[in-house]
């Protein structure tokens, strides 16, 4: 069953008998007229074959089937971002930013590889029945680098080029900057229903992204946050420098940075009022804390003097301190009253000394004998 079709090939559903599950087989036309497209074709789906990741449709086998060449593929049970119509549904944010975050981390993995995919546009978004979003044609370019060949083909070049980085639109080669600047275009017409730029022609085309800066999604009426339309932006810079990574897209719009969350301010503690000096050691509650700068440098003026008569006057007396003491006032004292002691007793003696003897007027001493008449 035919499930696709395209320039350069078609895509059918199958069945891999070996391993009995379904698989996708596309078939190369045209290579006849090309004598290059053959090994073009080969080294492409070898290139396609060596990634394996979620977001990437895998490989499976390469070969020759009655004079066409086949590359069997991973069956994608869903439709591409294209439509059934040919034309890129709206989206919402929501929806959008899953699609940048898939696709982007399978544009990460191959150029991890040093593959550049070189035609990112909706039909190459498939959508499995999960919401899974994977990259398809990987390497299989739908024209080739020079695009004064591509002009060539008008139809052709203008199909493409809607998603064309301006470096190509310039001449330049292929680079993973170009993948990310085609996403950007890709998310921008999910997002508004039209593709950044518009021409009549494939030329009026190319000079849009040359030098036309894109309008912003808001000013078309899309109800979009204004993170994502500032980094949307970023992807549609003229200059490939000034684009993110494909690894960086991923992570952005899976970490849900787009819905612009207000991130909570950081906490600001008020600085502790200058105390005066206290003669009060410092608390349990107030060990762990840190203090100013003033307070923890080393002083030498009157504030550090009184801190160290303050732990001088909290130090216990030590008991031999004050044994010793009372030792040396110990003979202080003996010593004082032995003399007044002393001095009690030459004032009583000095005093029997010059005191006048009561015992001689009262006793007759010697003497003329008295005669009675």
Known sequence: ?????????????????????????????????????????????????????????????????????????????????????????????????????????????????????????????LLDTDGTVKLADFGIARFVDDPSAALTTTGQIVGTGLYLAPERALGQPASSASDVYSLGCVLYQLLTGRPPFQGDTATALLYQHIDTPPAPPRQLGVGLPAAF?????????????????????????????WREHPQPLPVSHPAPAPRPASHRTTSPRTAGRPLPQSRTAPTSGP????????????????????????????????????????????????????????SSAGTPGPGPTATAP
């Open 303 to 358: 504030r550090g003097a009184g801190r160290t008569q303050t732990s001088s006057r909290r130090q216990p007396r030590r008991p031999d301190h004050g044994l010793a003491e009372l030792s040396r006032r110990r003979p202080r004292k003996t010593a004082a009253v032995a003399g007044g002691i002393a001095f009690v007793v030459f004032l009583l003696i000095g005093m029997s000394w010059l005191a006048p003897e009561d």
């Open 1 to 125: 069953m035919c499930i696709g079709r395209g320039g350069m090939g078609e895509v059918w559903q199958a069945t891999d008998e070996v391993l009995g599950r379904s698989v996708a087989v596309k078939l190369m036309l045209g290579h006849e007229t090309d004598p290059s497209a053959a090994d073009r074709f080969r080294l492409e789906a070898q290139t396609a074959a060596r990634l394996s990741h979620p977001h990437v449709v895998g490989v499976f086998d390469f070969g020759t089937w009655d004079g066409k060449l086949y590359l069997v593929m991973e069956l994608v049970e869903g439709s591409s971002l294209a439509g059934d119509a040919g034309t890129a549904p709206v989206l919402p944010p929501e929806r959008v930013a899953v699609v940048a975050a898939h696709a982007a981390a399978g544009l990460a993995a191959a150029h991890r590889q040093g593959v550049v995919h070189r035609d990112i546009k909706p039909g190459n978004l």
């Open 229 to 257: 339309e500032a980094y949307l932006l970023t992807l549609l810079a003229k200059q490939p420098e000034q684009r993110p990574a494909a690894q960086a897209i991923a992570e952005w719009f899976g970490s849900g940075a």
